[in-house]
């Protein structure tokens, strides 16, 4: 495999952040690239490979942010693993690189260097679903305080506030699932509850629309860029499952990525 490297930068392009990491030798890279078709059901491409150790020297040597991953005994809080991914891409240069992305949140954030951004940030401060938690805990400590002070002679009151807590917590749910619009390779838009609803789910599945795939093409579509393989891998420890192996490849998960990847790479 020839070795390319990558010169990971933080370009321009129409005014917009692409966290786009171009591989130093444009020759080989193009080459490699050549008549090259993006298919999910391809094996690991050689410019994906290149990309994962980039991105994995990263993950080994970065400072900027602190998640336990379990792999050293300098972890604090909760072990997490995680799934990442790169997608290789042409942009509108011409010029071969990839772009690099996590599964729901990494370190108590949805935002870091080098990697794409999240389809819907709901940790944004000031947003709707802050406001939205803060009612549901100032809810329950309605709820609390009369059970305290008398539970049988405030049981209608807090049976009205458990009814209201449900219909508040049902349409915060709705909302956030709202906001989560996924371009296609057409430049069409299509939210995710239409795209789960189109395949016969009552409503996504959670978790839907955090992972690294999806964040991914989204990105490369919203900068007219070119997807041309994708990877993605394990890193981590799992504590909860067996499946997930540090260092590993796996394809995107079927139950929250088939749907929408299917929407964004057919319609």
């Known amino acids: 495999m020839m070795d390319i490297g990558d010169d990971c930068q933080q370009v321009i392009i129409a005014q917009a952040d692409t966290a786009f990491c171009r591989f130093e030798d444009q020759h080989a ?69 990839y772009l690099s992305a996590f599964s729901g949140k990494l370190a108590n ?14 940790l944004k401060a000031g947003g709707f679903v802050n406001a939205g938690m803060i009612r549901l805990s100032e809810i329950n400590h309605e709820i609390a305080t009369l059970a305290m002070e008398d539970a049988f002679g405030n049981e209608a009151a807090i049976a009205q506030l458990k009814e209201f807590r449900k219909t508040h917590s049902v349409a915060l749910q709705r909302r956030i699932l709202e906001q989560y619009n996924f371009r296609n390779k057409a430049g069409n838009r299509k939210n995710m509850v239409d795209i789960f609803t189109k ?54 998960c079927k139950e929250k990525c088939a749907p929408i990847l299917d929407y964004m790479l057919n319609e």
């Open 29 to 97: 890279a193009r080459a490699m690239a050549d008549r090259l078709t993006f298919n999910l059901e391809d094996d690991i491409h050689p410019l994906c490979k290149i990309a994962v150790a980039g991105l994995q020297q990263h993950l080994s040597l970065q400072t900027e942010w602190k998640h336990n991953f379990g792999l050293d005994s300098d972890g604090d809080g909760a072990i997490i693993g995680k799934m990442f991914g790169v997608l290789v891409v042409r942009n509108t240069h011409g010029d071969i690189g």
């Open 199 to 252: 395949h016969g789910y009552k409503q996504p599945p959670a978790g839907a629309g955090e992972c690294a795939g999806p964040k991914l093409l989204q990105h490369a579509f919203r900068h007219h860029m070119e997807p041309l393989a994708l990877a993605e891998f394990w890193w981590g420890l799992s504590p909860k499952s067996a499946t997930w192996k540090h260092g590993a490849y796996y394809k995107p």
């Open 109 to 122: 954030s949805n935002h870091h260097n080098k990697f794409v951004e999240p389809i819907f940030d709901g």
